[in-house]
Every structure is written in C-alpha cells, then in structure tokens.
C-alpha cells in the first residue's frame, strides 16, 4: 500500500480555539476517503494544512514525499476549497487551459470537460454560468493536472441533483484510473456513493476511522421501517420519524422490538429491517460524544 499523504500529530489553534487537536491521518494511493463531521470540527482546517495553505502549530505533512509546499509537490495534487473565484471574463476552456500550463502532463481538455459533463459550458464566460455551475467547473479544475491526489472541501454544496451525479461521476472515473480523494461533504450519501473509508472529526480529533462498513457496524442501531403503525409504548426504540407513510424505528435489538409490537397486537404492513445507514452511525458517534 502506497501512503501518498500522512498527517502525522497536527495541532492547530486559533486565538483560543483548537481547530486541529493532534490529528494523524494517512491517504493511500487509488483510496477515496470521506472526512466527516459537525461544522466547526475542524475538517476545513485539516485540509488547509494538508495542502500547505494554512501552517500546523505542530505536526507535520509529507504529501507524496514532500512537503506540502513545495512546488514539486504541489504538482502532483489537485485541490478545490470550499471557496472559490473565477475569473469572470475568462471562457471555461480558456480556464482549464491556463491551469493545465501550469503542470507537465494535464488531461487532454476535451477529456477533462467531458470527463465532468462540461463540455456544453465550454465557450461561456466563467461570469455568466450559474453558482453550480462555477462550482463544477473549480472541482473539475483540479484534476486538470493529472495528480494523483485530490483535496475537495465539500465538492458540491449547493448542486442539484444532476450537477452532483455528474460531479460524482468525474471523481469515479479519477478514482477507477488509481487516483486517490480526500473529501468534506455535508451530504452524507456523498460520502457513502464515493468514499470507501470515512474519517469522524469532532471538535479537533478524530474520533473514528474505518471503512464505511466498519463504521457503519459501530454501531448496532437497525433500522426497522413499518407502514401505517398504531405504535404502543416501546422500549428501546432510540428515535422514530415518519416520513410520508413510512415510519422508522431506530433500536439497538430488533428482534425485540419486533417481539414488543407482535406481544402489544400494534398494527402495521410492510416492516423492513435494515442496518443503520452512514448518517445514522455518523449521528449516534458524534452525539454520543456530545452527551457525555
Ligand atoms: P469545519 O470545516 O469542520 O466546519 P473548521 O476547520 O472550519 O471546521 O473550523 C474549526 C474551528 O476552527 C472552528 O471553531 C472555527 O471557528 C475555527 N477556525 C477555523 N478557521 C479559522 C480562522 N481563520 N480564524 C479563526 N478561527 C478559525
């Protein structure tokens, strides 16, 4: 296994708050890790000192062998903050050319803008495209110079549907060519649909890091869906939402729970018994930590 970027202990405060409180990380080459967590937990920041734009107070980064700001290193990633400006007057492909002069071997143009659905935005102005659309191109512009490894700071904030999956599909493709991804989302299915290991931040550390099964398997919860229950009383059921006619159980024992609505003669149709999804296990680690 290649280890193309390893944070080693960062530690990052601003005035008094700690953003980054001993963090250590590794990325491995062809991996597509999904870092997430609350707001304010310190995944920006993570990110920022990772790509060298914001110094640690301690620790260190060696990114594919360098220092993170080294432009020998700084050729082989791509990375795409949460903010970003394009110049207004300049033409899509005009902007992917420039970015591409500025590495050895960039992606062919027409493959890059075909590569993440662009090619009809080709001859606009940057000025003139929508917000979605400036964001689509800033993400697509950081695999213009064919690195082997990818920062994107929640990639697609603020996309509809369509713009996502065609954003989604560009970082597979990247994916299945061996390049590696580090990514924010507040879209947990993000996460889910692309990473294949999950990093939880919380107030400066992470507090969980496995594959998405694994994480997922933390912790117990099931996820147990009825149509149209007259619930009794129940024990053991850590949270219930209804959602149209549908309504989830979440518990730490179905087969109890299934036992209590047969035993309480509840009537419902249609119960389904799944594991609990990323975002579940995202909110029973990241609220366990709060309550304690
Ligand atoms: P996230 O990306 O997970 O939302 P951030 O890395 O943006 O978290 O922030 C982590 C903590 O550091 C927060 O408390 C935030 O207010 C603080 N912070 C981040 N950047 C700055 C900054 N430039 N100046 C002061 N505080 C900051």
């Not at 310190?42 to 620790?59: C, E, F, H, Q, W």
């Not at 493959?111 to 659309?133: C, I, M, V």
């Not at 219930?240 to 209590?260: I, K, P, W, Y």
């Amino acid at each position: 296994m290649t280890v193309l970027a390893r944070a080693l202990d960062l530690t990052r405060r601003y005035n008094g708050t700690i953003a980054l409180d001993g963090v250590s990380l590794e990325i491995a080459a062809g991996q597509v890790v999904g870092l997430l967590g609350p707001n304010g937990a310190g995944k920006s920041t993570l990110i920022n000192v990772m790509t060298g734009v914001v110094r640690p107070d301690a620790g260190r980064v060696d990114l594919c062998g360098g220092d993170p700001r080294s432009e020998s290193t700084r050729r082989v990633i791509g990375v795409t903050p949460q903010e970003t400006g394009l110049p207004e007057t300049w033409r899509v492909a005009e902007l992917v050319d420039f970015v591409s002069a500025h590495f050895p071997e960039p992606v062919d143009r027409t493959e890059l803008l075909d590569r993440f659905d662009l090619a009809p935005l080709a001859d606009r102005q940057a000025g003139g495209l929508s917000g979605g659309q400036q964001r689509r191109v800033a993400v697509a512009l950081a695999f213009a110079g064919r690195p082997r490894l990818v920062f994107l700071d929640e990639p697609t904030t603020g996309l509809d549907v369509d713009a996502r999956r065609a954003l989604w599909d560009g970082i597979r493709s990247f994916n299945a060519d061996g390049g590696a991804v580090l990514l924010t989302s507040h879209y947990i299915e993000e996460v889910e649909a692309l990473a294949d290991r999950v990093a939880v931040m919380d107030r400066g550390r992470i507090i969980a890091d496995g594959g998405i099964a694994e994480i997922r398997g933390r912790v117990r919860l099931k996820r147990v869906t009825l149509t149209d229950p007259v619930l009794p009383e129940l024990v053991g059921v850590s949270s219930v939402e209804r959602d149209a006619d549908r309504t989830h159980l979440l518990t730490n024992d179905a087969s109890a729970l299934v036992r209590e609505l047969v035993t309480a003669g509840a009537s419902f149709t249609d119960i389904e018994i799944e594991s609990a999804s990323l975002e579940d296990a995202f909110l029973a680690i990241t609220g366990d930590r709060r309550a304690t």
